[in-house]
């Protein structure tokens, strides 16, 4: 889990972090989408998922992402990763359900 937008950030926001893979030989790469700021995933709320496939067969922390955050001020969050040796890129939508 990282903090990528913080608390009180000022809308819109956009930022971007790196990642890499957990396993040697990891195929398809899984991005879930929380918020919160714990460091333990399942205390945070979840918001949705995507995959990348087809990453080419490195060993861990080998492979690079760089995964973008994009918040508008409706509360639509774009994220997306791209793969930085192929160039592949997938993301997802996210809209907030606002409850009164």
Do not use: C, W
Not at 19 to 26: F, I
Not at 31 to 50: M, P, R, T, V, W
């Amino acid at each position: 889990m990282n903090v990528v937008i913080p608390r009180n950030s000022r809308i819109p926001v956009r930022k971007t972090t790196s990642v890499t893979t957990s396993y040697d030989y990891q195929e398809p790469v899984n991005f879930s989408i929380y918020e919160g700021e714990s460091s333990i995933a399942k205390n945070n709320n979840f918001l949705g998922e995507f995959t990348l496939h087809g990453i080419p067969p490195a060993p861990k922390d080998v492979p690079k992402f760089n995964v973008y955050f994009d918040m508008d001020a409706n509360g639509v969050s774009n994220v997306s990763a791209e793969d930085m040796s192929t160039g592949q890129k997938k993301g997802i939508k996210i809209k907030r359900e606002r409850t009164k």
